[in-house]
């Protein structure tokens, strides 16, 4: 899978820590930038005027024949240091495009940094009137 820099229509669910991947509330709908460099991805939260916000950081553990994997990191690699990192431990897969169609992500998580725990789940798909495919 090729670099790339997309915004991503998401559609958000929290869920609870013993079961991330079965939702509990209504769906959220939010924008997100999801960038991958090499073998680290990248999803930030984007505020309703276009600025960032909260960022996931994932490594790449597998690829698949139309789909790769991510672990999301709890720690920030050695050599980055960024002021938006949201710890968190989970999964993204990054679904391939067939011609025609629009990127995927799926995601599902928890996290810690309300002093609670926390579940979520992402199913966003590519925003092809901004996207920048590099």
Same mark, same amino acid.
């Not at 820590?17 to 924008?31: D, F, M, Q």
């Not at 950081?57 to 698949?64: E, G």
């Not at 629009?102 to 979520?120: I, P, Y």
């Given at each position: ?30 924008? =997100? +930038?999801?960038?991958?460099? $090499? ?5 930030? %939260?984007? #505020?309703? !005027?276009?600025?960032? &916000? ?39 897969? =990054? +679904?391939?495009?067939?011609? $025609? ?5 799926? %995601?599902? #998580?928890? !996290?810690?940094?309300? &002093? ?19």
């Amino acid at each position: 899978m090729a670099d790339f820099s997309i915004r991503m229509t998401n559609r958000l669910q929290f869920s609870t820590c013993e079961a991330p991947h079965v939702p509990t509330s209504k769906t959220h709908e939010e924008i =997100i +930038l999801v960038e991958l460099r $090499g073998d680290f991805l990248t999803v930030t %939260a984007l #505020g309703a !005027d276009g600025s960032p &916000g909260s960022r996931v950081y994932a490594q790449r553990t597998m690829d698949l024949p139309e789909t790769s994997i991510f672990m999301i990191l709890p720690e920030l690699p050695s050599q980055v240091r960024d002021g938006a990192f949201f710890s968190a431990l989970g999964t993204v897969a =990054i +679904l391939q495009p067939r011609p $025609g169609t629009q990127r995927r992500l799926r %995601a599902v #998580g928890t !996290d810690n940094n309300s &002093g609670q725990c926390h579940g979520w789940i992402f199913d966003a798909i590519e925003d092809v009137s901004s996207s920048v495919a590099q």
